[in-house]
């Protein structure tokens, strides 16, 4: 018997073994240190993979709900969320630089997000164009329903702003005094209040040319390609002629190639186009750089298309009360395409000077007419090896070369064309 006890000893150790290590197997198992049992829960982190491996160096963990009656919402006009850091460009001094900001489209940044969140957002966001009022609407999305108009009431600070219904405005005179506005809505339906802090965007002036004197400034303008420009400056204001000389048709254009030039910022002009005929007056973008190769920005919805020409108007007496914008595209391998935009007047535009006017932003390109805001392409990529453009006046006709129908019929008695300019101004 003693001799059976000593064979069945190392039996008995090795299952008491087994035993110990079983028990330790299922106390792992119940811990969840696999990370199994935690995808049927709802405190997965989404940095986390399903085998409780870190995906990213960021995390995001759930968040208690804090909800309050009162949440705060920060825009800035300009779709500014953080500092900038500027980047300059390469031409001359003059030349100034296109800001870097972090954006958040709707130009919002709520500080809270709940189960019960309240949040102001500007609605159809332009950028503040210098010298107008700007218009800012605001609207309230309280538990994901964007309330109507009517639905809540504004209050802003400082009180000399001018409140209209869901609108704020604000003097250009109040956008250069005060660095920011403080809008707060409550909810008629819920009795909840929002906060949102307004930063104009301070300009400042590149250049500005008033064809004062009886002279071009040639420091600022040089002739453009054509072969045949002609012009005059008087009384205030510079004329561009389109002419028929000896079986000749001419066209003219000056530019600001190499000597004021921008990488993003605000390009304006005041100007009056010629009453009768098929032709062409025009206040445009080109790039410091190969035209069609180079560009201003590339668009998020044209795969590998890069904009080299953004004509800001081009105008024919043709269309009366109507104008085309345009910007043009160009890839790698030539290949053109454009997107365009038809602005409008309550008056034949022919009658009047007119102010055109357009803010390029790193993520988003804005128009502008006699100051209100008219068509905005927010499928914008400015990269870094965006070039920054210069700006053309211009003045032809249908004559000059074949496919230029389109801007209506044109006969040897409308000559001569003249388009006007009474000032230019660049700001950034």
Sequence with gaps: IPHVAKRRIPVLFLCLALFLVCLNS??????????????????????????????????TTGYQDTSTDYDETTTAPNNKTTGTNEKTTTAKKKTTTIQKTTTTKGSTTTTKATADSIELVILNYFPELPGYPTEYEIGMICDGVQRKVGEYTLKVTPNDLVVRENVVIASDQQKKTYDKF???????????????????????????????????????WTRFEYPYTNYYVRDGALTLLAEHKDEIYTMSGIRTLKEYSLKGGCFMARMKSPDKGGCNSAFWLMPEGRYKRDFFFMDTKLKNYGCSEIDIVEYSPFYGKEFPL??????????????????????????????????????????????????????????????????VLSVNSAKIHEGLEWLGPCTDDMFPFETKFDWVKTYY
Aim: glycine share 8%; proline share 1%.
């Design 326 to 391: 345009t910007m043009h595209f160009w890839n790698s391998s030539g290949a053109h395409t454009a997107k365009s935009y038809w602005g409008s007047c309550d008056d034949n535009i022919y009658e009047d000077y007119h102010e055109y006017a357009c803010i390029w932003e790193q993520d988003g390109i804005y128009f502008y007419f006699d100051g209100k805001p008219v068509f905005a392409n927010r499928d914008v990529d400015t990269h870094s090896r965006a070039v920054a453009a210069y700006i």
């Design 26 to 59: 299922c106390k792992l198992n119940e811990s969840g240190i696999s990370g199994i049992s935690n995808i049927a829960g709802t405190s997965v982190s989404t940095g986390q993979s399903a085998t409780g491996t870190t995906d990213s160096k960021e995390s």
């Design 182 to 220: 403080t809008v707060e809505a409550t909810d008629k339906l819920t009795g909840k209040k929002a906060q949102m802090t307004i930063t104009p965007r301070k300009w400042k002036l590149n250049f500005k040319d008033d064809f004062d004197g009886d002279s071009l400034n040639t420091n600022i």
